[in-house]
Each structure stands twice: as structure tokens, then as C-alpha cells.
């Protein structure tokens, strides 16, 4: 059963600097808790012992692509509800509607503001999830 408002993010970033933004975007901006992965792996093997609310995974990364990952995580039981963001520098409407038709929540394009994130995050949340309010919790 999920909450009426999101409390943790697990973000899926192979690029550090983007890593470091997310992490203020969503930890002191935002209030959320926020735990930062740098490849898809690391993602899954870190996801099966710690679920999350929120995933923003990062469509192109070495190794294990955004897409795979995203079927992966989704076989973790711990991970079947989580709301899945995509992230990706690309903006193609192709693109977009392959993820979302994945199962993917949103697609966020980088690079994104990191002043409304937190805020962005809670709309999807408030979306997929069919609730209201949550996203005056942030920004």
C-alpha cells in the first residue's frame, strides 16, 4: 500500500555531477531521502535489500541500459510499486512513448530544473498514485 506522499527516491545516474544535483535537488531541496546509484547494477543489487518510493533511472548507461534495468528492477518484488521516472538528454516523442509504454511513470528531459524536481516528482507521484497534496509538501 503506498503512502499518500513519497518519502525516499532511488536515482540511477551513471554522470557524478548529475548525481551530486539530484542529491541536493531531491535530499535539501526537496526533503526527500534520496539514495544514489551509478550504474544499473549497483541499482539493483542496492534496490532488492532497500525499496523506494521513486526511481529516476537514467535512460543511457554503460553496461546495463535504463530499459533493461527497468525490467529488472520491476522483477524485485520490493520494487513492483515503485513509481518509475525515466531520465533521459534525449527528447525525441518517440523515445518518450517507448518508456512510458514500458511502464514507466514520466519522462523527465535533462537537463531538468533542480529548484522544482522535488516538485515534479510529487506530481507524478500525486498522479500515478491518485492522490492530492503531496506535492505542496515540496519546493
Do not use: H, N
Not at 553496461?63 to 534525449?90: H, M, N, Q, W, Y
Not at 537537463?111 to 505542496?136: E, H, I, K, Q
Amino acid at each position: 500500500m503506498r503512502s499518500t506522499e513519497p518519502r525516499s527516491v532511488a536515482c540511477v545516474e551513471d554522470e557524478a555531477g548529475i548525481r551530486l544535483v539530484l542529491q541536493v535537488a531531491l535530499g535539501a531541496v526537496g526533503g526527500y531521502r534520496v539514495a544514489l546509484y551509478a550504474s544499473a547494477a549497483e541499482a539493483i543489487e542496492g534496490l532488492a535489500a532497500d525499496p523506494t518510493d521513486v526511481i529516476l533511472l537514467d535512460v543511457t548507461m554503460p553496461e546495463i541500459d535504463g530499459k533493461t534495468a527497468f525490467r529488472r528492477i520491476r522483477e524485485l518484488p520490493s520494487c513492483r510499486e515503485s513509481v518509475v521516472i525515466f531520465l533521459t538528454a534525449k527528447a525525441r516523442p518517440e523515445e518518450r512513448s517507448e518508456l512510458l509504454a514500458l511502464g514507466a511513470a514520466d519522462v523527465f528531459v535533462k537537463p531538468f530544473d533542480p529548484m522544482t524536481l522535488a516538485r515534479d516528482v510529487a506530481a507524478v507521484w500525486d498522479r500515478v498514485c491518485g492522490f492530492t497534496g503531496a506535492s505542496a509538501r515540496v519546493g
